[in-house]
């Protein structure tokens, strides 16, 4: 069996044991353990990721809870191994728990923990729709709830501040400039160098109009006065009222009104946008959604995001379309896998080798404050398992746990398989 050979340990005289797979962001979450009597102990084995073996070995004979990561395959050999060594407590340091078989951890009676997102919006920070609202006024009150706005979810804005970035880097070949650069290829300024493409008036595209989806939208339509074509099953009001208001108020000041579009389907969309960013869920249903027929459709010179899930898009068939046209780009922070999980990092041959493709290592979630809060939610779904916390009542504001000035709520913030475990919601 595979030892790791490095362990930081916190509290040594801890009366519980919480086993940390990573080290992760921040402080906070240490200090919430060992304030309520856990010795933590956080693995620091240089190895990217632990196999079974490594992590069969780091639970040993007596733990309480494990704080795992996304790319850790916990099955039925972990979570038995969790249960005999007293453990009733598994966390996600991820909203998603692809490589977690929830019913293997149902099974051994393990509470498993994720880090979601925060669901509120407009309306929860003071902005209300109604007949006595002009639309100039409700994009200035959304422009006053901006930054506290930005600090409701523990991904929504981080991701859809990389997808926008992407966006812009791929547009105007930032990457293939600052590469030309550093290569000492620069001789003097040419008409035709590094011509890109201008998004202002142009239309963004966005499949899946949820949290990071809409999010997105709002800093493109905003930041760069492009108009909006979205597809989703559900209609995005909210986002809708947005772009409205953001139209009239440009209107009103002389310019040109931006737009908005629901597409009735997601091929309307990637045939009219002219960069078009992906938020889907992966299921079985969106597996390769992104595919050869539908890279065809898209525009020659269109641009095309995905910060959502790597398998939503067909790397076999997108390196041959970047190949065929030089002019489409495509910006990656996730890569497709050997399967509907998390199973990076390996990119399908040639995607490396395209100029016209910016990939980023799964860096969606790499902002201090995020990665930060994702580590305490994840602490805090194990510590309120182990002291006999309820289950936090709505998973999707979990604003309280992350106040750093004021104590967490005793619940655990968010059990994906609590009903299954027959856990007590709390009150607060």
């Not at 590469?179 to 300024?189: I, P």
């Amino acid at each position: 069996m595979a030892k790791p050979v490095s362990i930081e340990v916190w509290n040594p005289s801890g009366k519980y044991r919480v086993i940390s797979t990573k080290p992760m962001p921040g402080t906070r979450w240490i200090r919430l353990l060992t304030d309520q009597d856990c010795r933590v102990e956080i693995c620091t084995l240089k190895k990217t990721i632990l196999s079974v073996e490594d992590i069969l070995a780091l639970i040993g004979d007596r733990c309480d809870g494990v704080i795992g990561q996304l790319t850790e395959d916990w099955g039925e050999v972990l979570f038995s191994a969790l249960s005999r060594a007293g453990g009733r407590a598994f966390s996600n340091m991820a909203v998603g728990y692809n490589n977690v078989d929830v019913e293997a951890a149902n099974k051994y009676g393990v509470a498993v923990g994720n880090t979601p997102i925060d669901s509120r919006g407009l309306n929860a920070m003071g902005v209300k729709y109604g007949p006595e609202t002009s639309n100039i006024e409700l994009f200035q009150k959304h422009n006053a709830f901006h930054v506290s706005l930005a600090l409701c979810g523990v991904l929504t804005e981080t991701t859809a501040e990389l997808a926008a970035s992407l966006s812009l880097a791929a547009a105007r070949r930032i990457v293939e400039a600052d590469e030309f650069m550093r290569a000492g290829l620069y001789e003097g300024w040419l008409p035709h160098l590094f011509v890109g493409n201008l998004l202002k008036g142009q239309t963004v595209g966005v499949i899946g109009a949820g949290r990071i989806g809409s999010a997105y939208a709002r800093m493109m339509v905003e930041g760069f006065k492009m108009n909006l074509i979205y597809y989703d099953l559900y209609q995005s009001t909210r986002l809708e009222k947005f772009v409205t208001a953001y139209g009239q108020f440009l209107k009103a000041n002389g310019e040109q009104p931006v737009t908005w579009k629901r597409a009735s389907t997601m091929d309307e969309v990637l045939q009219e946008a002219d960069v078009i960013s992906l938020h889907p869920i992966l299921d079985k249903t969106t597996y390769h959604l992104i595919n050869k027929e539908r890279l065809s459709n898209m525009k020659k010179e269109a641009i095309l995001i995905n910060c959502s899930r790597g398998p939503v898009v067909d790397e076999v068939a997108l390196v041959e379309h970047l190949k065929a046209n030089p002019m489409f780009r495509v910006g990656l922070d996730v890569f497709e896998a050997r399967s509907l999980t998390y199973d990076e990092p390996h990119m399908k041959p040639g995607l490396a080798d395209m100029k016209n493709a910016i990939v980023v290592p799964h860096i969606a979630s790499a902002s201090k404050w995020t990665r930060e809060g994702m580590a305490t939610l994840a602490a805090l779904n194990v510590l309120g398992k182990i002291k006999g916390y309820p289950i936090w009542s709505n998973p999707n504001n979990v604003e309280p746990f992350l106040n750093e000035n004021s104590p967490p709520p005793a619940a655990s913030p968010s059990i994906v398989n609590a009903k299954a475990l027959g856990l007590t919601a709390s009150k607060l």
